[in-house]
Nanobody, 116 residues
């Protein structure tokens, strides 16, 4: 079964940290570009960070220097370390797997709320 299961969201104060995880079935992790997206109500789902199977990472300008994406290919798990969180980081975060054939898979989303 092809699935992505995200976890690690929660409520955190501004300036705090959270670490998101996304466990994937092997068939959609290995060789895929894995990414984190986020979405707020009424808005589109935007890319936060992505990482290739070889470990090359890209980031949205708004999170550069604060967020770090990583993957453990042995555990088929994607991570997003989020530091110095801001109010505007509040969103539902989704993990994504993009295969070389263009097929994309989505996880169920995990809520991140930054609030004082």
């Amino acid at each position: 079964q092809k699935q992505l299961v995200a976890s690690g969201g929660g409520l955190v104060q501004p300036g705090g940290s959270l670490r998101l995880s996304c466990a994937a079935s092997g068939s959609i992790f290995s060789g895929s570009v894995m990414g984190w997206y986020r979405q707020t109500p009424g808005n589109q789902r935007d890319l936060v960070a992505a990482i290739t199977s070889g470990g090359t990472a890209t980031y949205a300008d708004s999170v550069k220097g604060r967020f770090t994406v990583s993957r453990d290919n042995a555990k088929n798990t994607l991570y997003l370390q989020m530091n110095s969180l801001k109010l505007e980081d509040t969103a539902v975060y989704y993990c994504n797997s993009k295969r070389s054939n263009g097929i994309s898979y989505w996880g169920q989303g995990t809520q991140v709320t930054v609030s004082s």
